[in-house]
C-alpha cells in the first residue's frame, strides 16, 4: 500500500483515480475500481437525466459496497443540463466524492461543502488550482498536456505541470495526463502528486463498458496516434487519431468555425464508436499514455500490478542512489 493524503482523505486504499469519461463512467467500471481499493467516477452527464443518474448510483451500489464518486462537468451550452437537479441526486443518494471539471464549481460550492462532500477540481493551470484552491476544493486534478479530452490551451506537460501545482498548492494534488503504470505512478508520487488519474487506461480494461474494437486500438495505438483538434477556436481536445479527426481539422484550417465541424464532433457520434466498435464512426477522446497500454486486464489485475511496480520502482531507486558513494554521483 502506499497512503496519501489522498487516500486518507478520500477513504480508498491506492492513489489510483479511474476520473469521469463520457459514456465510460458507468456502474461496472466505476464499481470494479472501487472493489479494487481505489477511486472510480460515474459520469453524471452520460446519464441523459437526474432520474437516470440515481438509478446508475443505485446499481453501482449493488456491485459495490466501497466508496465511489461522482462525476459533473459544467460545459458552456446554450441549453444547460439542469444542473442543479443532478446536484440534488448527488447529494439526496449520500455521495462522499465529486469530481468537477469545465467550468469553475463555485456555484455549487455552498451545496457541496454543506453536503459534507470531498470536492476534487479538474485544472489545465496552476492558476486555475489556486483558484479552486481559494474555492474550498479538497484537492486537484492537474491535466497535463498530454492527457486525453481537453488539456486547455497552455501546452504543458506533466512532467512539469505536477510539480508546479504541488509546490504552489497546500492542497493534494492528483496528476493526470500521461500516466499508465506503476512506473508513472510513482513518477507522480516523486514530483509532488499523491495520486494519479487515468482515463484512456481504464478504458483499455475488461469492465469498461466499451466495444473489444476501441480496447484492441488502443493496445495497438502509440504515443504519436492521438490528434489534437480544435485548436483553432481555443477549445482543444486530444482524440484518437481518425478520419473524422483528420477531417476537423482540414475544415478548421480552411477557415471554418465551429458550426462548420459541428457534424463531427458532435457527443452522439463519439458514443456510437464506444457501442459499435467502429473507430471511424466519430472524434473520441485518448491519451499519449496509449503508447503505454500493451493489453486488457481486468481493473483489479490492473490496479494491483500498478502499485505493486510503483512500490518496487520507489524502493528500486532508492537503493541506486544509497548504493552510490557520493562522490561517483554525476556533476551537473
Same mark, same amino acid.
Given at each position: 500500500?502506499?497512503?496519501?493524503?489522498?487516500?486518507?482523505?478520500?477513504?480508498?486504499?491506492?492513489?489510483?483515480? #479511474?476520473?469521469?469519461?463520457q459514456?465510460?463512467?458507468?456502474?461496472?467500471?466505476?464499481?470494479a475500481?472501487?472493489?479494487?481499493?481505489?477511486?472510480?467516477?460515474?459520469?453524471?452527464?452520460? #446519464?441523459?437525466?437526474?432520474?437516470?443518474?440515481?438509478?446508475e =448510483?443505485?446499481?453501482?451500489? *449493488?456491485?459495490?459496497?466501497?466508496?465511489?464518486?461522482?462525476?459533473?462537468?459544467?460545459?458552456?451550452?446554450?441549453?444547460?443540463p439542469?444542473?442543479?437537479?443532478?446536484?440534488?441526486?448527488?447529494?439526496?443518494?449520500?455521495?462522499?466524492?465529486?469530481?468537477?471539471?469545465?467550468?469553475?464549481p463555485?456555484?455549487?460550492?455552498?451545496?457541496?461543502?454543506?453536503?459534507?462532500i470531498?470536492?476534487?477540481?479538474?485544472?489545465?493551470?496552476?492558476?486555475?488550482?489556486r483558484?479552486?484552491e481559494?474555492?474550498?476544493?479538497?484537492?486537484?486534478?492537474?491535466?497535463?498536456?498530454?492527457?486525453a479530452?481537453?488539456?486547455?490551451?497552455?501546452?504543458?506537460? $506533466?512532467?512539469?505541470?505536477v510539480?508546479?501545482?504541488?509546490?504552489?498548492?497546500? =492542497?493534494?494534488?492528483?496528476?493526470?495526463?500521461?500516466?499508465?503504470?506503476?512506473?508513472?505512478?510513482?513518477?507522480?508520487?516523486?514530483?509532488?502528486?499523491?495520486?494519479?488519474?487515468?482515463?484512456?487506461?481504464?478504458?483499455?480494461?475488461?469492465?469498461?463498458?466499451?466495444?473489444?474494437?476501441?480496447?484492441?486500438?488502443?493496445v495497438?495505438?502509440?504515443?504519436n496516434?492521438?490528434?489534437?483538434?480544435?485548436?483553432e477556436?481555443?477549445?482543444?481536445?486530444?482524440?484518437?487519431a481518425?478520419?473524422?479527426a483528420?477531417?476537423?481539422? #482540414?475544415?478548421l484550417?480552411?477557415?471554418?468555425?465551429?458550426?462548420?465541424?459541428?457534424?463531427?464532433?458532435?457527443?452522439?457520434?463519439?458514443?456510437?464508436?464506444?457501442?459499435?466498435?467502429?473507430?471511424?464512426?466519430?472524434?473520441?477522446?485518448?491519451?499519449?499514455?496509449?503508447?503505454?497500454?500493451?493489453?486488457?486486464? $481486468?481493473?483489479? *489485475?490492473? =490496479?494491483?500490478?500498478?502499485?505493486?511496480?510503483?512500490?518496487?520502482?520507489?524502493?528500486? #531507486?532508492?537503493?541506486? =542512489?544509497?548504493?552510490?558513494?557520493?562522490g561517483?554521483?554525476?556533476?551537473?
Amino acid at each position: 500500500m502506499i497512503p496519501t493524503r489522498v487516500t486518507e482523505i478520500l477513504g480508498v486504499e491506492h492513489p489510483v483515480i #479511474q476520473g469521469g469519461m463520457q459514456w465510460v463512467g458507468r456502474a461496472e467500471l466505476t464499481a470494479a475500481v472501487a472493489n479494487a481499493g481505489a477511486l472510480g467516477f460515474l459520469t453524471a452527464l452520460t #446519464q441523459p437525466t437526474p432520474e437516470e443518474l440515481a438509478r446508475e =448510483i443505485a446499481r453501482c451500489r *449493488e456491485l459495490t459496497d466501497r466508496v465511489f464518486g461522482v462525476n459533473l462537468t459544467f460545459l458552456p451550452a446554450v441549453n444547460p443540463p439542469p444542473y442543479a437537479d443532478y446536484l440534488a441526486v448527488v447529494i439526496d443518494a449520500g455521495i462522499t466524492v465529486v469530481e468537477t471539471a469545465g467550468r469553475s464549481p463555485e456555484p455549487f460550492m455552498p451545496d457541496l461543502k454543506r453536503a459534507g462532500i470531498r470536492v476534487i477540481h479538474k485544472c489545465t493551470s496552476v492558476a486555475h488550482a489556486r483558484t479552486a484552491e481559494k474555492l474550498g476544493v479538497d484537492m486537484v486534478s492537474i491535466d497535463g498536456f498530454e492527457c486525453a479530452g481537453h488539456p486547455g490551451e497552455s501546452d504543458v506537460p $506533466s512532467l512539469v505541470l505536477v510539480p508546479a501545482a504541488a509546490s504552489a498548492l497546500t =492542497i493534494p494534488v492528483i496528476a493526470s495526463g500521461g500516466f499508465a503504470d506503476g512506473r508513472g505512478l510513482a513518477a507522480a508520487l516523486a514530483l509532488g502528486a499523491e495520486a494519479v488519474n487515468m482515463g484512456t487506461r481504464f478504458v483499455a480494461t475488461r469492465e469498461a463498458p466499451v466495444h473489444n474494437r476501441v480496447k484492441e486500438r488502443l493496445v495497438a495505438a502509440t504515443e504519436n496516434d492521438t490528434r489534437l483538434i480544435m485548436r483553432e477556436l481555443r477549445n482543444s481536445w486530444r482524440v484518437s487519431a481518425n478520419s473524422v479527426a483528420s477531417e476537423v481539422n #482540414q475544415r478548421l484550417a480552411d477557415g471554418a468555425d465551429f458550426e462548420g465541424v459541428r457534424e463531427l464532433v458532435v457527443g452522439t457520434r463519439g458514443r456510437t464508436v464506444f457501442e459499435s466498435g467502429d473507430i471511424e464512426a466519430g472524434v473520441w477522446s485518448a491519451g499519449m499514455a496509449q503508447g503505454l497500454v500493451h493489453d486488457v486486464p $481486468s481493473v483489479a *489485475e490492473l =490496479i494491483e500490478r500498478m502499485v505493486t511496480e510503483a512500490e518496487e520502482t520507489l524502493v528500486a #531507486q532508492a537503493g541506486r =542512489i544509497a548504493a552510490r558513494p557520493l562522490g561517483l554521483l554525476p556533476s551537473i
